[in-house]
């Protein structure tokens, strides 16, 4: 059943691709995207002038994301929140406020009360969520189902991706009623989509490097993410993942943070994720990254970086060069976090951990 791999989590890492054609299958057709459930009208959907994300842990990193895209496409303004704290301040919400709830399982209970209260205060509410009918989705305004199949291992891995795929169409439906977006450049957003369960299987060649690169890490005390723009989730999911499955002292930078504090941790040998975005499309932040990395390179780090195939200008500030594919920047995140996925499962075997079931977690989170 674990279809020849040590543990389902690396089954279920591969089996990415399929996964996300599956959240994207019939979610287009005749030129729109449409949601599984809809109890919104198109003018509701046309009317919505603030966005809300809320939901907790890798669901809550692909709302990260999900800000980046919604904002650009949309020209909306997205906070994203996490569930057990946006219900216990006072948020401003009204009928003209969309909240999206992402959840895999649909039952996590912070997630579940976020949405109570939003839709208490008149709020319409879009869930994002893996489990048909489940108690997210029942008690919301329209339903997004990812359609990633069920997931063994308690990390998130394929369904992550299906929720970043899912928050994506989210967001070119919100484009589409609020006409941000003809339909040709929906259409066309929508074909990118389409290319990614391909690219992500590119990425999937990276596993047996990080395989390799994961047995020099595995006595750290500690590993750094760093990333920025998408890239800056992507390394918190990254740093997430480290701590659940190896039980590892993680944390995560927006690299632009770096000289603001978190340099001082820098010390010779200390792995440093680098996420990096593509030198052709965020050519800006590209040189500011690398800029970074030489000087924590410089600093005695041991510098891990994971860049867009071809990116030369990185590779003499990489001790350890992991290349993925070329794709959009919005939908870098799909690529980048595969080898972080395998990176965390890896130091978790070597450690000699069960990858798919870590101490004290529960894959669905039902009490707050
Ligand atoms: C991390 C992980 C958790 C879940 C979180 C939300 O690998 O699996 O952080 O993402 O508990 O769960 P759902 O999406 O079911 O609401």
Known sequence: EKGGHEYFMLKEIEEQPEALANTLRGHFDKGRVILDEQRLSDQDLREVDKVFVVACGSAYHSGLVAKYAIEHWCRLPVEVELASEFRYRDPVLDRDTLVVAVSQSGETADTLEAIRHARDQKARVLAVCNTNG???????????????????????????????????LVGLALAQARGTKYPDEVAREFAELEAMPAAV?????????????SRGIADSKAVLFLGRHVG?????????????????????????????????????????????????????????????????????ARTIVI?????????????????????????????????????????????G????????????????
Do not use: C, W
């Open 134 to 168: 489940a108690q997210i989705p029942r008690e919301s305004d329209a339903v997004l189902y990812t359609h990633a199949g069920p997931e063994v291992g308690v990390a998130a891995t394929k369904t992550f991706l299906s929720q970043l795929a899912a928050n994506y």
């Open 307 to 351: 860049a867009e195939e071809g990116d030369d200008t990185v590779r003499p500030f990489a001790d350890e060069l992991i290349e993925v594919p070329a794709v959009p920047t919005l939908l870098q995140p799909l690529v980048s976090t595969v080898p972080l996925q395998v990176l965390s499962a890896e130091i978790a075997r070597s450690r």
């Open 232 to 300: 800056y989730p992507v390394a918190l999911e990254g740093a997430l993942k480290l701590k659940e499955l190896a039980y590892m002292h993680a944390e995560a930078f927006a690299a632009g943070e770096l000289k603001h504090g978190p340099i001082a941790l820098i010390e010779e040998g200390l792995p440093v994720v680098v996420v990096m975005p593509s030198p052709k499309g965020r050519a800006v932040l590209h040189a500011k990254l690398v800029s970074n990395i030489s000087e924590i390179q410089a600093r005695g």
């Open 353 to 368: 951990y069960d990858v798919d079931k870590p101490r004290n977690l529960a894959k669905s989170v039902t009490v707050e």
């Open 201 to 213: 299987h590119k990425a999937l060649s990276t596993v047996d490097q990080v395989r390799e690169l």
